[in-house]
């Protein structure tokens, strides 16, 4: 356990963090299971839908500085490319 006061700080920003983060990427992982489940039932329109949010979820994601940019636009690029496959 830390014994300065900037260190014991330091542990309850890096835990504060960590929650956001983490609360973050399970709503991007949660969109893109709604893309994909759309994508296996060959609901074109349903899938147009998801993909829509799940990019909006995504690109948050990256403002906030969750992911990197490239792994923003390589997520969104892949889910959309599958959803213009059924289409």
Not at 46 to 52: D, G, I, N, S, V
Not at 57 to 69: F, L, P, Q, R
Request: hydrophobic residues 45%.
């Amino acid at each position: 356990m830390a014994n300065i006061k900037s260190a014991k700080k330091r542990i309850l920003v890096n835990e504060t963090k960590a929650a956001r983060n983490k609360a973050i990427k399970s709503k991007v992982k949660t969109a893109v299971k709604k893309v994909d489940a759309a994508i296996a039932a060959k609901d074109a329109e349903a899938a147009k839908t998801a993909l829509h949010a799940a990019i909006v979820e995504i690109s948050k994601a990256g403002t906030k500085g969750v992911y990197h940019k490239r792994t923003v636009s390589r997520k969104i690029s892949r889910l959309s490319k599958a959803v213009n496959s059924i289409a």
